[in-house]
């Protein structure tokens, strides 16, 4: 029978005394020789392998192998004979799949020589932009597929011929009413109707509804032939030819999959990577030559010329050379569109699929281009001016919006060519009258390294071009793309910006005028002074301050900064640039403002090597942080808060003025009065200044005069004021203990006090829920482990000759009386035995630890009886209120939790107290046997406790122990 004395046993005088310096030692590991070569876990392991002597003998083939090691063999290596598991792996590897991987690896090197690489401009890269830079606020009309009762899928039942029949009638059907024309759309309304039509597509091909799909591409096809909106030509053959790449996968892998039936590719590699003509199969053949039987029968030259190039891969299941054939048939085609918009975009799709399927053949390509030089006149034809007239557009808003079909048709032209090609294109560009189009698009698409060499040749080529025509600012603008990613000769490199300039800041326009500057400030930052780029910023005010021309020209006032600050790392030399600020003053849109200077900041912090207390630099960031500051308010996501936090403390971080303490502190007292509204900030703040404080007392070695004793109380006082603002409870407390262990430090008792008494107020006020990263937990987990860290700090305050002793911790247990615990926990008697700890501490003649020139309580009171009686009176209540709680605790729903509690309080008596006292003794033996007495103890824990004693027993002093290893038998858990 297991119980508790109704009174806790008196522990007047019978705290253990602690010798902490002979327990330390005793407890330490034996430190032993260690000789050369011998075995040591960080050493590193080196085998050296020696070669395998095969022996053979008649009738048996063995082989052995032996290696020997400079220091320890390694056991894995050992094991494996100096091979690693993947090793062996590798080298058990099926020899078919091994060729086949070197087959693999053989074709696509083949056809990485033969295509395109990494290098080649995607054209999903120039997708999103064509759809954003060529927009409509006009009415849009589109055709919509309906469909008829015909299109649904012919059953299992149904006869061939039956089924061919009625295909043929229902292409038929595409010209007798199937479809609806839908007027007034708006641009957004036009590309969901698209994007309905390619889900359309999707829909009947996955019901095996092949020629309805077929039907929809023709459809979408014809709407190439439109331009009665002709500003928006370019965005709409990006949306249909998307349409048109679906159905060409779409066929190209129904086909494929036939011919995989009866073939499994090797690995590594696909089908479409290395079969034969002989692998196709005859139904794959039929298939495949149905699909461009039904293209052939399309009547539309544009809808047949878009289909036939959506599947031109399929030719590969029908000979090797097909699609070499049948490239120059369908460059020929394009001769009969008229209209040259269409036929130089209907150029740029068939270049785009060439060089997916077929990137090797080159010569195509350049007869495409040529072909669409020889026409070049048409675009000032009669006919095309007077479509520009009805549609009130102007020749050179006309030309842009050949600019993407025609830079994609030279990029794929240029790839990996010879500078010879560029020349050539030169020479090209001097015969025709007016070719200040394919100037742009020749600067656009061939090695920036080719047209820096020859920016002169450029330039002067420019100069030449009708101003009439294509705008010749853009020119500069392709000149200037190209000379941001290469240098030209040194010698040339300021006749190029004179010439570019002079023509840039003529422009009138502002959008014209910034989009050119925007270009060209990268290659002044790069290869010209400070001064310079000062001049280009006061020529860009200068440009866009009147009519505030700037509010249009947000995101590439943003990009000049960017560029900027990609040059210049120097921050000195950037603020010395007097019109740097008012450049960025004329970001007056507050979001965009905020982002301006989140990159400053951020550039700041990640080249700053040293820190600073430059005047300019400082005034100039305190703006900056001052403008993300401001941009807080009450709905400003704690996400956007935090790294705003993140931005303005690493500012603060990197502010030092040496040894002039008193200017850092004053620096730190303005900082508060900015940046108020963040709380991350005021914390680092209060960091910062208690930093402050230990730098002081490092410098006077702990030795304060009246002047730097005044300066480190001016340091605690701004902390005090400045903690009470911060919400986080747990913030707060934290930092009333961390200021008042640095004022602690510093021989500010007073100040240390205040704020110890300030977190013992704050402890009342601590909620039982708190949020934390969103979710709300119960806070005593929190509470309690900072109580345990107070205490520790506690244990050192020496005692206000005024207030009584251990009045701190008093004020403390009265406060951890009266809060109100969850009912389920039993963090507030986790606490009671933390403060027995911190009592059974205060009680020793010397304590573990000091502060320096601190005297603590056994200095002041060197081990008095009265002061030990009120420490014993202290812990005989708490263990009077420990017990109490333990008896609570005999319910079957909570014998875990008072078995715990039990061996906790085991142990604390354990290592603190007296055990030669009876009554302690006893309580010991029945905390031990209600640990164990429902089975709820950890039995390997209970031996090693059991160990521990024994061991405990056999060193001097600690004799009486023996008697208490022999009373506390082990319990097993049945």
């Known amino acids: 029978m ?128 064509i759809l954003t830079r060529y927009t409509t606020t006009e009415k849009l009309s589109i055709n919509l597929f309906l469909g008829s009762e015909k299109d649904k899928a012919t059953g299992p039942g149904s006869a061939v011929s039956e089924k061919v029949r009625t295909r043929l009638e229902e292409l038929d059907d595409l010209e007798e009413g199937s479809q609806k024309e839908l007027l007034n759309l708006s641009q957004q309304d036009y590309i969901n109707r698209i994007g309905e ?78 079969f034969g003509q002989d692998e196709v199969n005859e139904t794959a053949k039929e298939t495949c030559l149905n699909w461009f039987f039904k293209v052939a029968s399309i009547r539309e030259l544009i809808s047949r010329f878009y289909v036939e190039v959506a599947i031109l891969k399929c030719n590969t299941f029908l000979s090797k050379t097909g699609i070499s054939e049948t490239l120059p048939r369908l460059t020929l085609m394009i001769r009969g569109i008229g209209d040259p918009l269409v036929a130089v975009y209907a150029r740029a799709y068939l270049c785009r699929v060439g060089m997916e399927v077929a990137p090797h053949l080159k010569d195509n390509l350049n007869k495409n281009f040529f072909d669409f030089l020889s026409t070049f006149k048409q675009i000032h034809g009669e006919t095309v001016q007077n479509q520009l007239a009805a549609q009130r557009v102007e020749i050179p808003t006309y030309l842009t919006l050949y600019s993407p079909a025609i830079d994609w048709i030279l990029q794929c032209i240029a790839y990996r060519a010879p500078e010879a090609l560029l020349t050539e294109m030169m020479d090209r560009c001097k015969k025709l009258a007016n070719n200040a189009l394919l100037l742009n698009s020749v600067m656009s698409a061939f090695r920036p390294e080719f047209i820096a060499a020859r920016s002169l040749d450029f330039i002067g080529m420019i100069k030449d071009c009708e101003e009439s025509g294509f705008p010749k600012h853009l020119l500069f603008q392709s000149l200037g793309l190209n000379l941001a990613r290469a240098d030209p000769p040194e010698n040339d490199k300021l006749q190029i910006l004179n010439v570019a300039w002079k023509v840039i800041t003529k422009l009138k326009n502002p959008q014209d005028y910034i989009n050119s500057a925007e270009v060209w400030i990268d290659y002044i930052c790069r290869h010209f002074a400070k001064r310079d780029v000062n001049t280009v910023l006061a020529d860009v005010i200068k440009h866009l301050t009147p009519d505030r021309a700037f509010e249009d020209a947000y995101p590439q006032l943003q990009s000049i900064i960017t560029k900027i600050l990609d040059q210049f790392h120097d921050f000195a030399v950037l603020f010395s640039m007097d019109k740097f600020l008012p450049f960025l003053d004329m970001v007056q849109k507050e979001s965009v403002r905020v982002e301006v200077c989140k990159s400053i900041m951020e550039v700041f912090i990640r080249q700053q090597q040293e820190v600073t207390r430059d005047p300019v630099i400082l005034n100039a960031l305190m703006h900056i942080c001052k403008t993300m500051h401001d941009s807080v308010n009450a709905l400003t996501l704690e996400d956007e808060k935090r790294s705003l936090a993140v931005l303005i403390n690493g500012f603060i971080r990197m502010v030092s003025f040496g040894r002039d303490f008193e200017q850092q502190l004053s620096f730190y007292v303005a900082a508060r009065a900015t940046f108020c509204n963040l709380e991350p900030v005021l914390i680092q703040l209060i960091h910062r200044v208690n930093r402050l404080a ?281």
């Open 2 to 129: 297991v119980s508790l004395q109704n009174a806790p046993p008196s522990l007047e005088g019978h705290s253990r005394e602690r010798n902490y310096k002979a327990e330390l030692e005793a407890c330490r590991l034996e430190a032993g020789p260690l000789e050369f070569g011998d075995f040591h876990p960080l050493k590193l392991i080196t085998v050296t392998e020696s070669k395998a002597k095969k022996v053979a003998r008649k009738g048996s083939t063995s082989s052995t192998s032996s290696s020997s090691s400079s220091s320890v063999v390694d056991p894995l290596s050992s094991m494996l004979d100096g091979s690693d598991p993947l090793s062996l792996f590798a080298a058990t590897t099926d020899p078919l799949s091994a060729a086949a991987g070197t087959m693999g690896k053989t074709n696509r090197d083949k056809q990485e020589d033969a295509g395109v690489g990494a290098d080649f401009d995607l054209w999903s890269g120039k997708r999103s932009y």
């Open 694 to 974: 230990m730098e002081t007392k490092k410098v006077v070695r702990g030795n304060h005069s009246r002047k730097t004793a005044a300066f480190v109380r001016a340091c605690a006082a701004y902390c005090f004021i400045t903690i009470p603002s911060l919400t986080n409870i747990f913030a707060r407390l934290n930092l009333y203990l961390h200021s008042g262990q640095i004022a602690l430090a510093n021989q500010c008792l007073s100040q240390a006090d205040a704020f110890f008494k300030a977190a013992i107020s704050l402890v009342a006020e601590v909620p039982k829920m708190i949020n934390i990263d969103g979710k709300m937990k119960s806070s005593e987990g929190y509470l309690l482990e900072f109580l345990s860290n107070f205490f520790s700090t506690l244990l050192i305050v020496p005692d206000h000759p005024e207030q009584g002793v251990l009045y701190l911790v008093r004020g403390l247990l009265n406060i951890i009386q009266d809060y109100i615990w969850e009912d389920q926990t039993d963090t507030k008697v986790r606490i009671y035995i933390n403060v027995l700890h911190l009592l059974a501490a205060a009680s020793q003649e010397t304590y573990l630890y000091h502060v320096d020139k601190v005297d603590s309580n056994d200095n002041l009171y060197g081990s008095d009886p009265k002061f030990l009686s009120e420490i014993n009176k202290l812990a005989e209540t708490l263990i009077g209120q420990i017990l109490d709680h333990l008896k609570t605790l005999g319910k079957e729903e909570t014998l875990k939790r008072q078995s715990a509690l039990s061996l906790s309080l085991f142990n604390s008596i354990l290592i603190h107290g007296d055990l030669q006292n009876n009554k302690l003794h006893q309580l010991t033996i029945n905390l031990c046997n209600l640990a164990q007495k429902h089975g709820f103890a950890d039995t390997k824990a209970m031996v090693r406790t059991l160990e521990h004693i024994k061991w405990q027993s056999r060193q001097p002093n600690m004799r009486h122990l023996a008697d208490l290893a022999l009373r506390l038998p082990l319990q097993s858990r049945t």
């Open 197 to 274: 039509l390619n889900q359309s597509l999707k829909d009947a091909w996955a019901t095996d509804q092949k020629v309805k799909a077929l039907k929809i591409v023709i459809q979408c096809s014809k709407l190439l032939s439109d331009t009665s909106v002709i500003q928006f030509y370019p965005s709409k053959f990006v949306l249909i030819t998307d349409i048109l790449d679906t159905f060409g996968k779409l066929v190209h892998e129904r086909i494929l999959s036939m011919c995989t039936k009866s073939r499994i590719p090797l690995a590594g590699t696909t089908m479409s990577d290395n």
